[in-house]
Nanobody, 126 residues
Framework: QVQLVESGGGLVQAGGSLRLSCEVSGGAVSMNIMGWFRQAPGKEREFVAS????????NYADSVKGRFTVSTDNAKKTVYLQMNVLKPEDTAIYFC???????????????????WGQGTQVTVSS
């Protein structure tokens, strides 16, 4: 059974940085794409970033381009989201997601990932 566990969330001031981690177990080798999504209170879940297992296909939401960096460490079965220059509007619960289906390389923002973590809270104060 595939399990995803996020960590690294917390409270940070605007302009600060956080690094989120997502460790995959129980089938990590077959996960070809990993994604990060977030959901703010009262809002729908939105796509943040995605990365292929090889690391050669990366996508970002326009709202985070230039500030967030997604990376993967296959040896550790972990995907990271480095978040810099954080803004209050980045406040949300951040979820990682995983899937083996390669069609998601072209449609990561659809959120059609089969496996999800429980989420980690990120709060950015102004």
């Amino acid at each position: 059974q595939v399990q995803l566990v996020e960590s690294g969330g917390g409270l940070v001031q605007a302009g600060g940085s956080l690094r989120l981690s997502c460790e995959v177990s129980g089938g990590a080798v077959s996960m070809n794409i990993m994604g990060w999504f977030r959901q703010a209170p009262g809002k729908e879940r939105e796509f943040v970033a995605s990365i292929s297992r090889s690391g050669d296909r990366i996508n970002y939401a326009d709202s985070v381009k230039g500030r967030f960096t997604v990376s993967t460490d296959n040896a550790k079965k972990t995907v990271y989201l480095q978040m810099n220059v954080l803004k209050p509007e980045d406040t949300a619960i951040y979820f990682c997601a995983a899937d083996s289906r390669v069609f998601l390389f072209n449609y990561p923002s659809t959120g059609a990932f089969r496996y999800w973590g429980q989420g980690t809270q990120v709060t950015v104060s102004s």
